[in-house]
């Protein structure tokens, strides 16, 4: 009897060209014959916020996300980890992924200097309302006040193939002081299916700065957070915060020693899905 081959497991770092940047992920190229609880046993032993799971399937892919704690909808930087693996391995090109959250594109290319940089296109965004209830038991877990919050940019519910609460923070000090109570936001987010907490600061007319919270994946912060990037450009669009269509640039993880750069392209088609642009390298190969 053959025993089916352990899946080789691919580290890679999203959204920065250099190792000591940017999100550590973990792929698998070819998941086909994993399990849910193989899946998840092979996530909490890589020990990255993410890791996906790809399936190859004719001309497009099953794609699985899992935190080392449970499996996620949409995952940004794994996604762009896993496009710039496969074109490192077979050339550049377009991936069309199937994901728990819908369809999603990804092109992966080569520039002049050698970097590979993808750029996927997210499911169409929406944003809701954040209840005067849940923004009240937000900031208490932030240990944030009113008076932290930027009022140009009021508070909402962004999604992009996951949800996030955006919260736009008045200062960039405030935005670098994160010190939150880890069990009650996870609490919170748990009961909201809140994915990650967007908090962002906006330098410029299309420049910010962003942190993201994870507690229900069992990370204190996500480095760099391509889901949550996407949301945030369907929230600026929705709410008329910035000119369509436009780029802006978001910029995360400086403050926890891991910078990266996410480049978030906004059509003005309200129907159209976001745009997320980022390198990724190579770290190392695991068993």
Do not use: K
Request: hydrophobic letters at 45%; one cysteine or more; a negative charge.
């Amino acid at each position: 009897m053959t025993s089916t081959p352990e899946p080789q497991v691919l580290w890679y770092t999203a959204f920065s060209a250099t190792t000591d940047g940017g999100n550590p992920a973990g792929v698998v190229l070819d998941a086909r014959g994993m399990t849910t609880e193989q899946m998840l046993a092979t996530a909490t032993e890589v020990g990255f916020s993410e890791t996906a799971f790809l399936e190859p399937r004719e001309d497009r892919f099953a794609v699985r996300y899992f935190s080392p704690r449970a499996e996620v909808s949409f995952c940004g930087h794994a996604t762009i980890a896993s496009a710039v693996a496969w074109a490192q391995r077979h050339g550049p090109g377009r991936l069309r992924l199937d994901t728990p959250a819908g369809e999603v594109d990804v092109v992966a290319g080569t520039a002049d200097d050698g970097t590979v940089r993808a750029t996927l296109t997210s499911v169409a965004p929406r944003t809701v309302d954040l209840g005067d209830d849940d923004l009240r038991d937000l900031l208490v877990a932030l240990r944030w006040s009113h008076s932290d919050l930027d009022p140009a940019l009021p508070p909402r519910v962004a999604y992009a193939g996951a949800w996030h609460p955006v919260l736009a923070a008045a200062t960039r000090d405030r935005l670098r002081a994160l010190d939150y109570d880890f069990d009650a936001l996870a609490a919170l987010m748990d009961a909201r299916g809140w994915t990650t907490v967007d908090l962002v600061w906006r330098e410029g007319p299309t420049t910010f700065h962003a942190r993201n919270p994870f507690p229900p994946g069992g990370v204190v912060e996500d480095p760099a957070t391509g889901a949550a990037a996407a949301a945030f450009g369907g929230y600026l669009r929705e709410g008329g915060h910035v000119g369509v269509p436009t780029t802006v640039t978001v910029f995360q993880g400086a403050d926890m020693g891991r910078p990266g750069v996410l480049e978030v392209g906004i059509p003005a088609d309200i129907s159209s899905g976001i745009d997320v642009t980022g390198t990724a390298v190579a770290l190392e190969a695991i068993a």
